[in-house]
Every structure is written in structure tokens, then in C-alpha cells.
T-cell receptor, first 114, second 114 residues
């Protein structure tokens, strides 16, 4: 059974700081891993999807890495802004191979202070 | 392109009643997944439908059921509601095949059971 853990549970940083969010998963036989963002009371917004054949994926100020052998992924946010304040979730497919049955971590609540 | 839409956005029900939630996926997407989000358990996978067939199922009791129509719209039904069913119910759509597995989430339906 896939288990996903995110550390830290909450993070508060001043504007402009670079930061790293961590995600670990127990079953490394995955084809991909996704990072999402959730604003309070809203649905999830897909940020990045990393295929198992990739080590990194970038979108603007976001960079996600995937290390299957160690069961870890990181989301790097450069030059953070107050608008980045949200909960960040990582999700890995469940054991058994289906890409559409995701296990989510509990998320990291990020606050970027002006 | 219109995003994933969910109706209704908010619902209040009493214990023992049943409820039906609706999800319209992004045009061209054939996979629809449902998730339950609560403060204690986080996001948990309910089921996934592809081309009108349930392809994946989570560990929820039989009171939770779903279906998908030929236009890919999906409904989720919860019978004999319990207080613990109060949650944000999210649906997500994706193409459902190939390597493009990114899931796009709707805004959710917030269900309160009294």
C-alpha cells in the first residue's frame, strides 16, 4: 500500500526566500508523481507532473525533482511571493500500477509573508 | 477550454438521507476520479471511471457508489448519510490513457451532514 508523507506540515517564510518542500513515498514502483496546490476552500491545481524517466521538471519558479530509488521528491520554489501562500500536496499512484488511483500526502501549508 | 465543473457546490443533508453529486469533466477527457477530503484523513481516493466503467476503486463502504455516462459526465451517490461523511468531495478528470496522466480537479462539493 502506497504511503505518502510530506515534511514540514507548515512553513512560514519572508517574501523573496527560496524554499524546498519535501515528499516521501513508500512504493517506488511508480510511473510518475504529481505536485498540486490547494487554496483555502478550493479544489486542487496541478503544478507539475514528473514521469519516472525524468529526474526534474520545471515550470516558471517551480522545480520538482524525483528520486525513485530513495522514495523522495522535492518541490523547489524560487523567490517566493505572497501569492504562493497555499497548501502544497504531492501525490503518487497507488501500488498496483494504476496512474489514476492517487495517494496524497497531508500537504505542506506555506505562508509567504510580505 | 472549460475546466472541471461540479454541482452543487454546497449541500446540507441530515443523517440517513442520500445525496447525488455531479461532475462534468474537461471536454475530451474520458477518465473521472472522485476523492473525499477531510481535515483528519486528508484526500482519499473513492473510485475512477473510464468510458462508463469503474476502473479503480478505493476502500470505502458500499454506501458510496458512482457512475459515468456516455458523455463522460459522472455522478457520485452516497446513501444513508453519516455524520462522518461531511467532507469536501473533489472530482478530477484526465485523458485516461497514454502517458498524459495529469489530473485536473474541480472546485469540489462541500457536504455537511447534520
Amino acid at each position: 500500500k502506497q504511503e505518502v508523507t510530506q515534511i514540514p506540515a507548515a512553513l512560514s517564510v519572508p517574501e523573496g526566500e527560496n524554499l524546498v518542500l519535501n515528499c516521501s513515498f513508500t512504493d517506488s514502483a511508480i510511473y510518475n508523481l504529481q505536485w498540486f496546490r490547494q487554496d483555502p476552500g478550493k479544489g486542487l491545481t496541478s503544478l507539475l507532473l514528473i514521469q519516472s524517466s525524468q529526474r526534474e521538471q520545471t515550470s516558471g519558479r517551480l522545480n520538482a525533482s524525483l528520486d525513485k530509488s530513495s522514495g523522495r521528491s522535492t518541490l523547489y520554489i524560487a523567490a517566493s511571493q505572497p501569492g504562493d501562500s497555499a497548501t502544497y500536496l504531492c501525490a503518487a499512484p497507488n501500488s498496483g500500477g494504476s496512474n489514476y488511483k492517487l495517494t496524497f500526502g497531508k500537504g505542506t501549508l506555506l505562508t509567504v509573508n510580505p | 477550454k472549460a475546466g472541471v465543473t461540479q454541482t452543487p457546490r454546497y449541500l446540507i443533508k441530515t443523517r440517513g438521507q442520500q445525496v447525488t453529486l455531479s461532475c462534468s469533466p474537461i471536454s475530451g477527457h474520458r477518465s473521472v476520479s472522485w476523492y473525499q477530503q477531510t481535515p483528519g484523513q486528508g484526500l482519499q481516493f473513492l473510485f475512477e471511471y473510464f468510458s462508463e466503467t469503474q476502473r479503480n476503486k478505493g476502500n470505502f463502504p458500499g454506501r458510496f457508489s458512482g457512475r459515468q455516462f456516455s458523455n463522460s459526465r459522472s455522478e457520485m451517490n452516497v446513501s444513508t448519510l453519516e455524520l462522518g461523511d461531511s467532507a469536501l468531495y473533489l472530482c478530477a478528470s484526465s485523458l485516461g490513457q497514454g502517458f498524459s496522466v495529469t489530473q485536473y480537479f474541480g472546485p469540489g462539493t462541500r457536504l455537511l451532514v447534520l
